[in-house]
């Protein structure tokens, strides 16, 4: 099992920027990828970024543009990178891995964190 701890979330005004961070550690070894998304009460959980252990990324139409995922492999994080920040995008942010391409493919988390809130408000 892996544990992921996200952070980076807070307050911001509309179009600013935040960078959040998901710490992972326990058995990383082998996952296909690692994703983010986010969900607002009453509504489904979207997935907007993902990218692969080669370093593939695909984003929802939602937020390409504005956000850009990467990754640290030494330091086994994963970061949203987010500007042009909208009031729309106020969620709690989670951050998932992907065990195979068939997870990453249809964005089936395996192991998830606890969700970093972010809230854009003037």
């Known amino acids: 099992q892996v544990q992921l701890v996200e952070s980076g979330g807070g307050l911001v005004q509309p179009g600013g920027s935040l960078r959040l961070s998901c710490a992972a550690s326990g058995s990383i070894f082998g996952i296909y990828g690692m994703g983010w998304h986010r969900q607002t009460p009453g509504k489904q959980r979207e997935s907007i970024a993902a990218i692969t252990s080669g370093g593939t990324t695909t984003y929802a139409d939602s937020v390409k543009g504005r956000f850009t995922i990467s990754r640290d492999a030494a330091k086994n994080t994963v970061y949203l990178q987010m500007n042009s920040l909208k009031p729309e995008d106020t969620a709690v942010y989670y951050c998932?891995?992907?065990?195979?391409?068939?997870?990453?493919?249809?964005?089936?988390?395996?192991?998830w964190g606890q969700g970093t809130q972010v809230t854009v408000s003037s």
């Open positions: 998932s891995t992907y065990r195979t391409y068939i997870d990453y493919l249809t964005r089936r988390g395996e192991s």
